[in-house]
Every structure is written in structure tokens, then in C-alpha cells.
């Protein structure tokens, strides 16, 4: 059915400055799906996270949010639409607290309750409570990635969006990050993860998506990349 | 220099400094969150001044003044942020210098169409025009505490905004990264707005509250504008708490600093500048 799709963008363009940097990718998600996107650095991931919401409006293509055209609108505007962002580099205040960066995106989700609630992050991220008064600036880098998660979270969102979640973090961190994006799908959140963890985003997505240069070059099922390995060897080497 | 007097000219550097921090308020939070130079912030005082020279006039009152005064800065203020400033988000800061001081000549102007060039007075409010008794020797005038004291409350009312409401969470989250503010689906435009309007509104205030005090006179906004760009820079741009201890800081200076070496009367409080910025290039606060 049509609205099922939480977010749909076809033949997005997107240049920076001359550079031509996405060939018409589509994109979409659907509720309750959780969709990968992979590829090797440079390669045009966080641009087409950043076109779908405004950031970089693409020169051609179209981006639906639950069936509304949002092309080329301001990213408040398309976030607000039941979106959550977890950016690359987290995007920590660091002249919030802890407490502060939960408190201040707080709002009701698409049909009107709050799932996730001040209380329900602690719970999920009990190291945040032990952190509470410290500055966005003083955590480690887990500690702030669990952050800009709960922090998402507290939007009640319907769609997460995690650029490279777990880049840069200690293994163990990096498995309770994994954990905690697991009950975020089990919540019946849909997510779209960009990571290059290959084995935890197999195990992830319902489906995956390759880019190469601004190109998909595939977009499947977790099975079909197991079955042929050689998809992954060609496009993301490994 | 006897006692009576150092205390009588403490309480003038206090009312002063307190003056500052609620002009200079608005001019580093535009600075230092919407990175936008505006030097028309001093004719936003002067229209203020002018407001209650105005509203006086017409209604015989000074809360009446204020009251209307108030709401037309804040539309004013609107006004400005969305017409103009509005445009000079994502250019240069050459770009906003020479449309903020197009404005101020814009501003100058009209105010000198709709009110001359004369320069009025504004009475002390009757209920405020005595004076209290604090030692035998010492008279001090009420008006000039009431003065310090609606800056007090306003100046620990903004405290509270900014660190205890969830608009001041994100007034300070938009100082540290505007984008991700955007990111959390918050218009950051409106935010900027807000600002820029509240901010224009305490400059008017300022101006309001001191008309009784300076008299009304074209290009008064010019010299106000210079101290608190003194005043921002010394606290780091962009810092409240800075904004306010270097608004008390240049209080002092100025109103001691004559008295004390009176050859260096008129460039003390840039002396002052000088070195703090020797000892904390970015400011006491930034
Ligand atoms: N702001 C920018 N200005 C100009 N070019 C950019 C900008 N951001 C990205 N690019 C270029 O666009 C291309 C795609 O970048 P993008 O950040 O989308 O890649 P990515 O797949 O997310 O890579 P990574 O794995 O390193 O995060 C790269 O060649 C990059 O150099
Ligand atoms: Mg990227």
C-alpha cells in the first residue's frame, strides 16, 4: 500500500557546489522496516541521509514523508514529521547536561504518547544515569553515542536514522550499542543504519542497500548477500 | 574621596553596570547564536528612548509608556529579523556591518523626521521622584534604584530562562550547534526570531528606563552601541554571565575611573578592554 512508506525518495541528484555527488538514488522505508545502507567511504551514504531531510536539497528527485512531498523543505520540517537523526559525530551540546540533552527535543509521538519517556532511557542507557550532570562535552565517545540515541528517542519518533553509530567505539561499546538498536527495532521503530559493521547489520536489516559513486548497485535481502559474498567483496571489500 | 561618596558612586556603577547588562543582553546572544554583528542594537535603544518620550507625552504616564512601549519593540524587532537579518544568515559579516549601520542612518533619520532634532526630557514618574535617606549625610534618588532593580529582576528572570526552561536549553543548544537543533525537527528559524526580538525589546527598555535619567537626544543609541560592544567583547561574545560581569565591570570603571585619574577619563574602559583581552583573548567568559 502507498502510505506504508514512512519515507520515499526517487531519483534524488545532489551536488555540492559542482560536484555531482548522488546519480538518482531511490530510497525508501517502510514502518517497521529496518534498512541498511552500506558502502565504502565517500561514497554518497550520509549525503542521501542528508538529502532525504533537508539538509541537502537535491537538484532533481522527489522525498515523500508518509505520502506528503517534502522535497526541498527545511529539515526541522521534515524531522518533525515523526523523524529521529542520529548524525555522524553525534552532535553533542556541549554546554548541555546530560539531563538537558534529554529534556529539550522531548515531545509526543505520531499518535500522540509518549513510548519513550525520561525514565525508559535511563532504563535502556543505565550509564547515562550515572552521568546526568555531566556536560555533553565530558562523556566518552559511548557515552555520548548513547546519548544522541536516547536523545533521538525522546522525540518518540517513528523512523530512527544512525550515520556510523558505532564508528570509533571500543568493542564491547560497540555490542551495547548493537543491543540497544535491537530494542529500538523490537519497539517497533523503523531505523535506517548506515554502519561498516557488515556482520551486526546482516543480522539487522530486513534490507540492505549498496551504494557505489552515487549509484545503488544493489538492494536486497541479508540472505541474498550471504549467498553471494561476492557482492560485499566487490562493492564494500570485504 | 569620603565614604559617603564612594558608597553614592557604587550604587551609580551598579545602576549603570546593570543598565549595560540588559542593552548588551540581546546584542551577544544575536552575536554569539545567530552570528549576526548588529550594530543597530544602540538606535534600538534610542527608539526606546524616544517611546517613552512619546508615550509620556501622550498619556501623561510612565507605566502607560512602558506598557505600550514594550510590545512595539518587540514588533519592531520582529519586523527587523525577518525583513533583514534574515537575509544575512549565511553571508559575510562584511554583508551584516553594512546593512545594520544602513540601518542605523535609516533609524537616525526617521527618528530625527517624526521628533526633530531637540533634545527633551522625560520626568521621573511622581511616585518615584523622591529620594531615601540612607545615612545622615546620604540622600539617594528612588528612581535610579528602581532602575537597578528592574534590572535585577530581569537580568535573573533571563538566568532562569536560559538554564532552568526548556526554550533556554535550546537557546544554549543553538549557541553550541545550530544545525542539530534543526536536527531534533525544532525551527531554528523562530528561535532566532525570538531572540532577536527579546533582545531588541530589553535594548528598548533600556532605553525607555533611562530617558528620565539622560534626557532624549538624536545619536544617542551611537555612544550606547560602542560601550556595549566593549562590554560583549570584554564577557566573550556570546555569554550571558560574561555580558553581565563585564556590564558591572565597565560600571565601575567608568564611573570610578575619572574620579580616580581623571586624565585617562575618556579612554579608561577601553584601557580596561585592552587588558582583559591581553590576559583572555577571547573574553572573560567565552
Ligand atoms: N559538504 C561537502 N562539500 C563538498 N563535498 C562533499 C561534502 N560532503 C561530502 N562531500 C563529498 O561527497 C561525497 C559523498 O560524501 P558522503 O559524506 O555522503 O559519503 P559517505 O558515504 O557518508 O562516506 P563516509 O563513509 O566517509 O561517511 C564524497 O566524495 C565527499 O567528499
Ligand atoms: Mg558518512
Request: net charge neutral.
Amino acid at each position: 500500500m502507498e502510505n506504508d512508506y514512512i519515507v520515499k525518495a526517487e531519483g534524488l541528484q545532489v551536488y555540492y557546489g559542482a560536484s555531482h555527488v548522488l546519480h538518482g538514488v531511490d530510497f525508501s522505508v517502510k514502518k517497521g522496516e529496518t534498512v541498511s545502507l552500506m558502502g565504502r567511504n565517500g561514497m554518497g551514504k550520509t549525503t542521501t541521509l542528508r538529502s532525504i531531510l533537508g539538509f541537502v536539497p537535491p537538484k532533481e528527485g522527489k522525498v515523500e514523508i508518509f505520502g506528503q512531498d517534502m522535497t526541498g523543505a527545511r529539515p526541522f520540517n521534515v524531522i518533525k514529521r515523526h523523524l529521529a537523526y542520529v548524525p555522524e559525530g553525534r552532535g553533542m551540546f556541549h554546554n548541555l547536561s546530560v539531563r538537558e540533552h534529554l529534556e529539550m527535543p522531548a515531545r509526543a509521538g505520531m499518535d500522540g504518547k509518549r513510548r519513550w519517556t525520561f525514565d525508559r532511557v535511563m532504563e535502556t542507557f543505565p550509564r547515562l544515569s550515572e552521568r546526568l550532570d555531566n556536560m555533553g562535552s565530558q562523556l566518552s565517545g559511548g557515552e555520548q553515542q548513547m546519548l544522541a540515541i536516547g536523545r533521538a528517542l525522546m522525540t518518540n519518533p517513528e523512523l530512527l536514522i544512525l550515520d556510523e553509530a558505532t564508528e570509533g567505539l571500543a568493542p564491547l561499546i560497540r555490542e551495547e550499542i548493537w543491543r540497544i538498536i535491537q530494542i529500538i527495532k523490537n519497539d517497533g521503530i523503523s531505523t535506517i543504519i548506515v554502519d561498516k559493521n557488515i556482520g551486526p547489520i546482516l543480522d539487522m536489516a530486513d534490507r540492505n542497500i549498496i551504494l557505489v559513486k552515487g549509484n545503488i548497485v544493489f538492494e536486497g535481502t541479508s540472505d541474498q548477500l550471504r549467498e553471494d559474498p561476492e557482492i560485499l567483496a566487490r562493492n564494500i571489500g570485504v | 574621596m569620603d565614604l559617603t561618596t564612594i558608597l553614592i558612586q557604587l550604587l551609580n556603577s551598579v545602576q549603570y553596570g546593570l543598565l549595560l547588562f540588559l542593552i548588551s543582553s540581546g546584542l551577544t546572544l544575536v552575536f554569539g547564536i545567530m552570528g549576526v554583528i548588529n550594530l543597530a542594537h544602540g538606535a534600538m535603544y534610542m527608539i526606546g528612548a524616544y517611546l517613552a518620550y512619546a508615550f509620556v507625552e501622550w498619556s501623561g504616564s510612565f507605566s502607560v509608556a512602558l506598557l505600550l512601549g514594550i510590545p512595539v519593540m518587540l514588533v519592531v524587532g520582529i519586523i527587523i529579523e525577518r525583513f533583514l537579518i534574515d537575509h544575512l544568515y549565511k553571508k559575510d559579516h562584511l554583508f551584516q556591518v553594512l546593512l545594520t549601520f544602513g540601518l542605523i542612518l535609516i533609524l537616525n533619520d526617521l527618528q530625527s523626521l517624526i521628533w526633530g532634532n531637540d533634545t527633551h526630557g522625560v520626568p521621573i514618574p511622581e511616585v518615584l521622584s523622591g529620594s531615601i535617606t540612607l545615612t545622615d549625610t546620604m540622600q539617594y534618588p528612588v528612581y535610579r534604584l528602581t532602575v537597578s532593580a528592574i534590572c535585577l529582576v530581569l537580568a535573573l528572570g533571563m538566568y532562569w530562562v536560559i538554564q532552568k526552561t526548556r526554550l533556554g536549553m535550546t537557546i544554549r543548544a543553538g549557541a553550541s550547534n545550530r544545525e542539530m537543533v534543526e536536527a531534533l525537527g525544532i525551527n531554528v528559524r523562530t528561535l532566532f526570531t525570538i531572540i532577536f526580538a527579546a533582545g531588541v525589546a530589553l535594548a528598548g527598555l533600556g532605553g525607555m528606563i533611562s530617558a528620565p535619567l539622560s534626557s532624549v537626544y538624536p545619536g544617542m543609541g551611537d555612544s550606547v552601541l560602542i560601550i556595549c560592544l566593549v562590554v560583549v567583547v570584554i564577557g566573550g561574545i556570546g555569554s550571558i554571565k560574561g555580558a553581565f560581569w563585564g556590564a558591572m565591570l565597565i560600571g565601575l570603571v567608568s564611573t570610578f575611573g575619572p574620579i580616580l585619574i581623571p586624565s585617562l577619563a575618556s579612554v579608561m574602559v577601553y584601557l580596561v578592554m585592552a587588558i582583559v583581552l591581553l590576559v583572555k583573548p577571547r573574553g572573560l567568559f567565552a
